[in-house]
C-alpha cells in the first residue's frame, strides 16, 4: 500500500530518503542522537548554573529553560522574562552548551533571538499562526511541541507555516496529548514518532517529561523513545525537585538525570546494532 501523503504539506513533507539535520553551533539534531535538558523555568543564577553544569557534565548537547512561561493559572510563576534570558547567556557562556527558550509572543521573538539559540514554540501555540510566521522569518532553528489536542497533520501544518516563512530548520518534539486518562498528565504518544518518520524529513525528539507528568515514568518513556527512533530527548532537571516553582512532580534530580543517561547509553549502542 502507498502512503496518503498529507495535503498542502509541501516543504515538510518526507522527499525521498533525505532528512533534515538542525545545526545549532556543534550539535546536529537529526544526527545521532541529542539530549535537551534544565530545568521547567529558570528560577535564578544558582539553580539554572548548577543544573547547567550538571546535565553538561551527564552529557546533555543542549540547555533548556522557560523566561517567558504560559502557566495554566494567573497566580503561579510566570518566568523571570529578560533577566531570565541573561541568565541563560550567562549559562552558555560558562558551560559551552546551546540554549533552548521558549517565545510565547510575537512582539519578543526578535529579542529572545538575542539570547537564544533554539526557538521554543510551546504546545500552547502550536497553532498560532502568527507566532508561527514571526518565528519562521527569523534566523533560529525552531523547537515545535506537538499541541495537546492536535492530529500529526496539524502540527506537520504548523511546521509548514513555520518553513513557508522562511526558516527550515524546524525540530518536531511530541509532548503528550490529551485524553480521558489522567494518571499521567498527557499520554505521550510514541506512534507518533515512526509516523513522522514516514510522512517528514524534520528530526523528532519527544519530552517524556511533560509526555508523563511524573518523574517516575519520565526514564522509561525516554527509553522508549529511543527504541522507536526519536532523534532526541527534551527532558526536565532540577537540582531541589521538591522546591522547583514549576512542574516539580516531573523533574529529575540531577541523580537520576546522570543514571538515565547512562541507561540511554546502553540502549543506544543495542539499537544502533539493529539498524
Ligand atoms: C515547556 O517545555 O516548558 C512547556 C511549557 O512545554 P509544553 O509546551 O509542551 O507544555
Ligand atoms: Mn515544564
Known amino acids: 500500500m502507498t502512503l496518503q501523503p498529507i495535503k498542502n504539506i509541501k516543504l515538510a513533507a518526507r522527499d525521498g530518503g533525505r532528512r533534515t539535520v538542525v545545526k545549532i ?39 533548556r529553560g522557560g523566561a517567558f512561561k504560559v502557566r495554566t493559572s494567573p497566580y503561579t510563576f510566570q518566568g523571570l522574562g529578560v533577566k531570565g534570558l541573561r541568565l541563560l547567556a550567562k549559562a552558555r557562556d560558562e558551560t559551552g552548551l546551546p540554549i533552548v527558550t ?19 514554540i510551546g504546545a500552547r501555540n502550536m497553532q498560532n499562526i502568527p507566532l508561527l510566521k514571526e518565528a519562521g522569518r527569523s534566523a533560529r532553528p525552531v523547537l515545535l511541541k506537538r499541541g495537546m489536542q492536535a492530529t500529526i497533520e496539524e502540527w506537520l501544518n504548523g511546521a509548514e507555516y513555520i518553513m513557508e516563512a522562511g526558516n527550515p530548520d524546524v525540530i518536531l518534539c511530541e509532548r503528550g496529548i490529551r485524553t480521558f486518562e489522567t494518571y499521567t ?23 517524556p517529561s511533560h509526555g508523563t507528568g511524573r518523574s517516575s515514568l519520565v526514564e522509561p518513556m525516554g527509553l522508549a523513545a529511543v527504541a522507536c527512533g526519536a532523534d532526541g530527548l527534551m527532558v526536565e532537571v532540577h537540582r531541589n525537585p521538591k522546591e522547583a516553582l514549576s512542574d516539580k512532580d516531573q523533574a529529575l534530580s540531577i541523580r537520576q538525570f546522570g543514571s538515565m543517561m547512562g541507561r540511554i547509553r546502553q540502549l543506544r549502542k543495542f539499537v544502533e546494532g539493529l539498524r
Open 25 to 63: 553551533g556543534n550539535v546536529r539534531v537529526g544526527a545521532g542522537f541529542t539530549v535537551i535538558a534544565g530545568p521547567c523555568s529558570v528560577e535564578n543564577a544558582g539553580q539554572l548554573l548548577e543544573t547547567a553544569r550538571a546535565v553538561k557534565s551527564a552529557g546533555a548537547d543542549l540547555l
Open 102 to 120: 521558549e517565545v510565547v509572543d510575537t512582539r519578543d521573538v526578535r529579542r529572545i533571538c538575542e539570547y537564544s539559540d533554539v526557538l521554543q
Open 185 to 207: 498528565r498527557n499520554t505521550l504518544d510514541l506512534s507518533a514518532v515512526p509516523s513522522l518518520k514516514e510522512l517528514t524529513h524534520l528530526p523528532v525528539i519527544v519530552d
